[in-house]
Structure formats: C-alpha cells, structure tokens
C-alpha cells in the first residue's frame, strides 16, 4: 500500500485528532500514488498514524478517513459511515426530517456533505477523493435511506483547490426544483437547485428558536396592559391602551423587529411564529426576498411583514442618518444649534430587535482585517438602532473570525456607538453540525444575543 511519511519536526495535530495533513508536512511518500487514492500515514519512525485519501494538487495533500488501516473507499465503508450519521441525527433532532445528515470532517467524511430535505438529499463532493468515489456513494445513499431523489450542488469555488470543475445536477430519481420541509414547526420552502449553498442553512436551526423569548413583552412600553374590563356584557381581562380602549390586534404584545441578509426569510418566520407585531425583512437579492415572501405567506404572515430589497449596511445608515438628523432638529428647537428646517428629514426607524445574519465576510486570513471592519460597522449601526433595552441578535460564519475576536469587535462598535451591551446567550451550529475538538476549522458560526442599553 502506498505510504505517506511526516517530518520529524512538525505539530502533533494529526496525534491530536485533527484530520488534515499539509504539503508542508510531508518528509517523503512510498509506492505509486494516484491522485484521490488511499495512502497511509505514518510519523517519522514508521509508526501508522491514519488513513486518508491523497491529492498532490491541493495544500491539504492527505484528508484522514480512518485511524484504522485501510486499503479502499468500499461501499461498505460508507455504509458504516452513514448509518452513524444517521444514528447521531436521530438521537438529537427527534422527528425532524430536514437536517444536514453529513458534515464532513465532523462526521469523519471529509468533503462531503449530505443535506436531508425530507425525501430529497442535496450532495457536496468537495474533495478529490469524495469526488472519485460519488458513484458509491449515491449507491449508499440510496440503498441506506430510499430517498424520490438525489441532487448534486457541488457549484463551490473550493472544488478548484482540487483541481476540479464546478458541477450540478440530477444523481438520482427525480429532484424537483423545491421542497417544502418543516422547522421548529414553521412551513419553509427550499430552491435546492438556484439557492445559496444546498439551498437552506441548518446551522441556525437552534438558534432561531432561540430568539422566541425576546419576541413578546413588549406592549407595557406602549401603555398595554392586561385589565378586568366590562366587554359585551360579562367582565373579563383584556389588553388595554392607555385611552382605556380594548385593543384587539392579536400581536399587541410583540416586538418590532428587523431582519437583515435575510436569505430566505427564516429568522423572519420565527419571530412571527413566537408573536412579533411586525417584521421588517431585508436582503439585497430580489430572489431571496422573494424565497422569503414565499415562506412568510405558506405560514399565513403576510400581514405582519413589510419586505425590503436592499444593502443592509446603506439600508442601516441611512436610519442612522434619520436619526441623526432628527436629534439636531430637537436641539434646534431647544436653541442650542441651528438646523435648516427646510430640508425633509430622511427616514428613520428604530426596532424592538435587530437581527444580522452576514455571509461570511472572511474567506481567507489575509480578509479578516477587512472583515472586522465590515463587521464592526454592520454591527454598530445596527446597535443604534435598537430601541432602549432592545435586543441585537447578531451572527458571524467566518471560521477565520476567532470568538474572542468576534466579541471584540463588537464591543469596539458597542463603545464607539456609546452603548452598553449585555451578552444574554452565545451559541455555535446546532446539533447536526458536530465540531471535533481542536479542529478550529469547525468552530466557524458564533451567534449572540446583547440586550442594548444607552451609556
């Protein structure tokens, strides 16, 4: 079998559990080695190490697939692997039947991934050697979970790492081009063909249900409360305003939120779900927005979303200017500036919470400079735009963006936009994303939830 030997001096990581080896790393290589064949992987005295498959033409030259020795990728092999896969879903997601069923490396496949829309799976070969082995592979698939279809989206830019071309299409049955899956109760439909990625972020699945406690408890501040009032002849207790009026709008109790870099409305949904009074949802593609006027209208919201097609930090600024502009008027009424009263005041609105959900603003290591900036500016716009004792909800998927760092940089924005913010929760990926430990490459979504406070 053809043997891949490291160099005596390098980390440990691979002893360590991380399954990647470097270009770098390799002392010298034995046998004749195919591109995407299975190598061993030995240390610098002989000792076997692992098992992975090999691609000369990439940076990471050998993925770890076993620490048991290994002569090939069989279908039996990925059998095994996806009955595991499967198992570790169902303990931790019940019944549901959308989720991501293989996180590559996490589920010891590297450069695969697998996403479960309920009888449809959306595949990722990402690698050389997960490339190499796809008829197999759909055969397992199909024989381990009998899905009407299997549809490739293997059009990511990290294949050309590889040396290969971007590719979709049909592997087997028939896909069509949406499926209607459920999440956290809520209807959603998913374009597995045209959307982001697969078509649908798991990931967040946890956490949008997270923001359920900040959505109500809202109608105090307009002067709402709940009293025993005489209604149509019998005494009960109903919400009224301060005018001593009942108030029959169903949401009088929730937040004014706003949902920017939408995609396909799913922060949007769940807010409506747990009673917000109205959603403004925002991203800057017509098809997104349209995926999520979609959804909102499966789910019978419609009359509580407003959609807005736009860049999200143009959109926040020009708030922030509305705002702006409106305290200096305020100061000109008080004497204490002069204002040109002529000119009309830009918008401005504020909301109960504000959710930012980025794409990743850090491809590389050379970008996260740059991306904190961005970060770092989404984020202390959005701030300001919380209404007092307000909530922010905000998320990075930039792996390249360290925790500490992520919390850093919004702290920057919390002291340059004189707010204080208190962190209530911070989350990762949700069940169906595992993270091997000391694998940073793993740790990439950080999710908080700061209530806002003026300084």
């Known amino acids: 079998m053809a043997a891949v030997f490291l160099h005596k001096k390098r980390k440990a990581r691979l002893e360590a559990g991380h399954p990647w080896v470097f270009r770098g790393e390799i002392e010298k290589m034995e046998g004749e080695i195919t591109p995407g064949q299975v190598v061993s992987v030995h240390n610098h005295l002989g000792q076997y190490l692992a098992t992975g498959y090999f691609n000369e033409k990439s940076q990471i030259t050998v993925r770890i697939v076993s620490y048991q020795p290994l002569e090939e990728l069989t279908a039996d092999f990925f059998k095994i692997r996806l009955t595991r896969c499967a198992e570790h879903r169902r303990r931790f997601l019940n019944s549901a039947d959308a989720y991501r069923l293989v996180y590559g ?6 450069g695969l991934i697998v996403d479960k829309f309920g009888d449809v799976l959306v595949v990722q070969f990402l690698t050389l050697g997960m490339d190499r082995c796809k008829d197999i592979i759909v055969q397992a698939l199909a024989e381990q979970f009998s899905p009407a279809g299997i549809y490739e989206r293997s059009d990511v830019s990290v294949r050309e790492l590889e040396g290969l071309e971007q590719t979709t299409g ?29 078509g649908y972020f798991f990931d967040q699945r946890e956490n949008r249900a997270a923001i359920e406690p900040l959505i109500t408890g809202w109608g105090k501040r307009g002067g709402i409360e ?38 396909t409305g799913s922060f949007t949904l769940h807010a409506c779900k747990y009673g917000a009074k109205k959603v403004t949802c925002l991203d800057i593609s017509e098809h997104a927005i349209e995926s999520a006027r979609v959804n909102v209208q499966l789910n019978g919201f419609e009359d509580r979303v407003e959609f807005v097609v736009a860049d999200a930090f143009n959109y926040l600024r020009e708030q922030v200017k509305g705002l702006d502009e409106r305290k200096m008027r305020a100061s000109a009424g008080q004497g204490q500036t002069k204002v040109d009263t002529s000119k009309p ?74 707010r ?13 994303h595992p993270r091997i430990l000391g694998v940073d490459e793993g740790h990439y979504l950080k999710f908080a939830i700061f209530e806002v406070r003026s300084r």
């Open 345 to 418: 005041v830009s918008e401005a609105r504020t909301w109960d919470v504000v959710i930012l959900d980025p794409p990743a603003f850090a491809k590389n290591k050379s970008a996260v400079e740059g991306a904190c900036r961005g970060y770092k500016d989404i984020n202390l716009q959005g701030m300001k735009l919380v209404n007092e004792g307000g909530y922010l909800v905000t998320a990075s998927c930039s792996y390249h963006i360290h925790p500490e760092l992520f919390l850093n940089t919004i702290h920057e924005a919390a002291k340059d936009a004189g």
């Open 105 to 110: 490396e996490a589920d010891f496949l590297p």
């Open 226 to 263: 709940i009293k025993e009032v005489d209604h149509e002849g019998t005494v009960q207790r109903l919400p009224v305003n301060a005018n001593g009026k009942v108030v029959s709008f169903p949401y009088w109790d929730g937040a004014n939120v706003l949902e920017c870099f939408s995609h």
């Open 170 to 198: 049909v592997l087997y049955g028939k896909c069509p081009r949406h499926v209607d899956i459920i999440e956290n109760g809520l209807l959603i439909r998913v374009d597995i063909m045209e959307g982001q990625k697969t």
């Open 420 to 432: 204080i913010l208190r962190l209530v929760e911070f989350r990762e990926a949700g069940k169906d």
